[in-house]
């Protein structure tokens, strides 16, 4: 069974500071791994999206690589805000069971002080 | 534009009644997946459907049913409830193509 850790479970930081956020997971066999943002009593928002054969993929000020040999992905915030504030979960899909189950990371919440 | 829509948002139940949670999706997805969230656990899949018509156990599939009976709903079904089925319940409807999920608001059941 795919098992998803993600390190630290918590991390503040002040305003303006880049920053990496850790996940690893036990079976390097994935589809896909998803980030998504969690914020206190929503649901989750889904931030980026690499494919199995990618390293890498941005968007805005985020970027997630990929190394599945490692069995590691890391979520690169630069110049972080208050607004960045929430729950960061790591998904990795796996594409046995004919649907891309997720399994999940507990998460690591991030406080970004003004 | 509505995505992914869960009713009801808020449950209190007692210990032995039944009631069912609605998931429903506009963005034609085929798959569908029902999973629930605990404090220190992570998500973890109860059920999930790959087309209409089409249901599968995931990781924590006892205590709970579910239907697919039309491609833009997933209900999810809990018979006989239990306190250890108190959760945060999310549904997620998804990409055949990429596999991206996308996730409704949730739905939170209290059993007493």
């Known amino acids: 069974k795919q098992e998803v850790t993600q390190i630290p479970a918590a991390l503040s930081v002040p305003e303006g500071e880049n920053l990496v956020l850790n996940c690893s997971f036990t079976?390097?066999?994935?589809?896909?791994l998803q980030w998504f943002r969690q914020d206190p009593g929503k649901g989750l928002t889904s931030l980026l999206l690499?494919?199995?054969?990618?390293r890498e993929q941005t968007s805005g000020r985020l970027n997630a690589s990929l190394d599945k040999s490692s069995g590691r992905s890391t979520l690169y915030i630069a110049a972080s805000q208050p607004g960045d504030s929430a729950t960061y979960l790591c998904?990795?899909?796996?594409?046995?069971?004919?649907?891309?189950?997720?399994?999940f990371g507990t998460g690591t919440r991030l406080t970004v002080i003004p | 534009n509505a995505g992914v829509t869960q009713t009801p948002k808020f449950r209190v139940l007692k210990t032995g009644q039944s009631m069912t949670l609605l998931c429903a999706q506009d963005?034609?997805?085929?798959?569908m997946y029902w999973y629930r969230q605990d404090p220190g656990m992570g998500l973890r899949l109860i059920h999930y459907?790959?087309?209409?018509?089409?249901?599968a156990k995931g990781e924590v599939p006892d205590g709970y049913n579910v239907s697919r009976l039309k491609k833009q709903n997933f209900l999810l079904g809990l018979e006989s409830a239990a306190p250890s089925q108190t959760s945060v319940y999310f549904c997620?409807?998804?990409?055949?193509?990429?596999?991206?999920?996308?996730f409704g608001e949730g739905s939170r059941l209290t059993v007493l």
């Open positions: 997620a409807s998804g990409q055949v193509n990429t596999g991206e999920l996308f």
């Open positions: 079976d390097s066999a994935i589809y896909n």
């Open positions: 690499i494919q199995s054969s990618q």
């Open positions: 998904a990795a899909g796996a594409p046995q069971t004919g649907a891309n189950n997720l399994f």
């Open positions: 963005m034609n997805h085929e798959y």
């Open positions: 459907s790959v087309g209409e018509g089409t249901t």
